[in-house]
């Protein structure tokens, strides 16, 4: 009985606020470069409140279960394109939290540069690409449309607006810039997946391909939309949010962190900004945080003046 008792008391305290306060917040760094930056100003900003971090590198697709099972705590840039369905299964079924909605609205899609236009008539609308496939398709039978290792319903919008694309994977966003740089200074036509807020906008000039608008009826009822056998005959969704997720331990770990991570808000300049330090200005991740805080002095007593952290 005194042993059942022990372990009982050690399981208790194990999980109590206590035992949590004393692990590190961990902040999950993915793959591109405006949610690394900020990840480092967040982890930046927790550190001058003396809470320990930890950064954990993960993908678009483990993030879900390290948040879910407390190997992360921090996600701070879930896009609705990419990331919607995923992220609310979860906070329905209770395995991970809302942590804060940014002010920045985003956009996620086909993207090409604006020289394209010359070569396939009619862009920026989808049906252009039923006449013209073969300017994207690089000596092969179907163009292809470039993408990266996210969630999306490409393959299922292709065959539902009746394209012959095939979609190349790339390995992330960094590769995604090689290859926007690389053609555009080619001059060769181009399709790839694009977002914004993002680098790219200030600095070259292109266009989102305007499929049929979203409608989250294209998700689940083949019925609705320009093609009646299948889901996804639509684009992605245009002004989506952009949000924080957070771990269910996070505020027994810190309060303090999660009230710091719940007001870290930003607009559209500021996760452009983040972007455009590192694929733009080619700073390492350190310094474009570093200059990053440096461009936002002003906003920082605000994310830091909280009850829980004095």
Not at 62 to 77: M, R
């Amino acid at each position: 009985m005194k042993l059942s008792a022990c372990i009982i008391t050690s399981m208790l305290l194990a999980n109590s606020p206590i035992a949590l306060s004393n692990e590190p917040v961990k902040l999950l760094s993915l793959d591109w470069s405006s949610q690394q930056v900020l990840t480092r100003v967040l982890g930046e900003l927790l550190m001058q409140k003396n809470i320990e971090i930890e950064y954990v590198h993960t993908d678009a697709t483990s993030q879900w279960y390290k948040l879910a099972h407390g190997q992360g705590d921090v996600q701070i840039e879930v896009w609705e394109g990419t990331m919607a369905t995923s992220f609310l299964q979860l906070i329905h079924s209770g395995h991970v939290q809302e942590g804060a909605t940014h002010l920045a609205k985003t956009r996620e899609e086909w993207w090409y540069p604006e020289y394209v236009e010359q070569m396939c008539e009619g862009l920026p609308d989808w049906t252009a690409l039923k006449r013209c496939p073969k300017v994207f398709a690089e000596g092969k039978q179907r163009g292809i449309y470039y993408t990266g290792p996210w969630e999306k319903p490409d393959g299922a919008r292709i065959r539902a607006l009746g394209l012959e694309f095939d979609v190349v994977q790339l390995k992330g966003g960094d590769e995604i810039n090689q290859k926007i740089r690389q053609y555009i200074a080619e001059n060769r036509p181009l399709l790839i997946f694009n977002w914004s807020p993002n680098w790219v906008e200030a600095k070259y000039k292109g266009k989102f391909v305007e499929f049929p608008a979203y409608d989250k009826k294209c998700e689940d009822n083949p019925s609705w939309g320009v093609n009646p056998k299948f889901k996804w005959d639509c684009g992605n969704p245009v002004g989506g949010w952009l949000k924080t997720a957070i771990s269910n331990r996070l505020t027994d770990k810190s309060q303090c962190a999660a009230d710091i991570i719940r007001s870290f808000s930003l607009d559209n300049h500021q996760i452009a900004l983040a972007s455009m330090l590192v694929d733009d200005q080619n700073l390492s991740l350190a310094d474009a945080a570093s200059a990053w805080l440096e461009q936002n002095q002003a906003n920082i007593n605000t994310w830091l003046s909280h009850k829980s952290c004095q």
